[in-house]
């Protein structure tokens, strides 16, 4: 099936520092999602991402937070500064569409973040 | 906000046998997703409904919109469902998650 790819796959930063998560979205695609998961919690909607602006975003989603698809690249979370709590696995996910009706979401394999 | 509650949290069954899981939501959705986590802790899609029932092999999921609920139902269990099993609803037309808490699914020999 479609398959969303994320580089890394694990990132040790120190606090204070600047981390870019990237995601390599299905081809065709439209909607771009980032989601954080804590170690032992749900899984937790972050933002979502269409014709190059924000959507809709959570109370997760801190003002160090931003996302963008610079050319049809990467689509890119990017943390400046990382805080302690931002440790967490990451999932980018997309779909071809994000309107009514709404499409299947296809998420990728996670990017391990751990700040310390 | 917006609440899944995905009922049980694990679940114990024979190859051979079967049985459902069920998420229950605290306000309209207008579709649910479910997903089981693979080994490698990647999800994999199993469904995508917005209304009524899909079935795929062995497994079926029904959603009900109006009763607030999805289920999903596993039947002849083999050793390789095993694993952790999500559903996740939206309720809203921006593509939102809301993921329940997982139901983890051990099937023995």
């Known amino acids: 099936g479609p398959k969303v790819l994320q580089i890394p796959s694990h990132q040790i930063i120190d606090m204070g520092q600047m981390v870019t998560l990237n995601c390599d979205p299905v081809?065709?695609?439209?909607?771009f999602y980032w989601y954080k998961q804590i170690l032992g919690q749900q899984m937790e909607f972050l933002v979502n991402?269409?014709?190059?602006?924000?959507?809709?975003k959570s109370k997760l989603f801190k003002d160090q937070f931003s996302v963008e698809r610079p050319d049809g690249s990467y689509f890119t979370l990017k943390i400046q500064p990382t805080a302690l709590e931002d440790s967490a696995v990451y999932f980018c996910?997309?779909?071809?569409?994000?309107?009514?009706?709404?499409?299947?979401?296809?998420f990728g394999p996670g990017t391990r973040l751990l700040v310390l | 906000g917006d609440q899944v509650e995905q009922s049980p949290s694990a679940l114990s069954l024979h190859e051979g046998t079967g049985s459902a899981l069920r998420c229950n939501f605290t306000?309209?959705?207008?579709?649910v997703q479910w997903f089981r986590k693979n080994s490698r802790g990647s999800l994999i899609n199993l469904f995508y409904?917005?209304?009524g029932t899909k079935e795929n092999g062995r497994l079926k999921s029904a959603f009900d919109s109006k009763e607030r609920y999805s289920t999903l139902h596993i039947r002849d269990a083999q050793l390789e469902d095993s694993g952790t099993y999500f559903c996740?609803?939206?309720?809203?037309?921006?593509?939102?998650?809301?993921f329940g808490d997982g139901t983890v699914l051990t099937v023995k020999p």
């Open positions: 996740a609803a939206e309720a809203t037309n921006t593509g939102k998650l809301t």
């Open positions: 409904l917005a209304s």
């Open positions: 991402f269409y014709n190059g602006k924000v959507m809709e």
């Open positions: 081809s065709n695609h439209l909607y």
């Open positions: 306000t309209t959705m207008r579709a």
């Open positions: 996910a997309s779909s071809p569409t994000g309107g009514a009706p709404q499409d299947t979401q296809y």
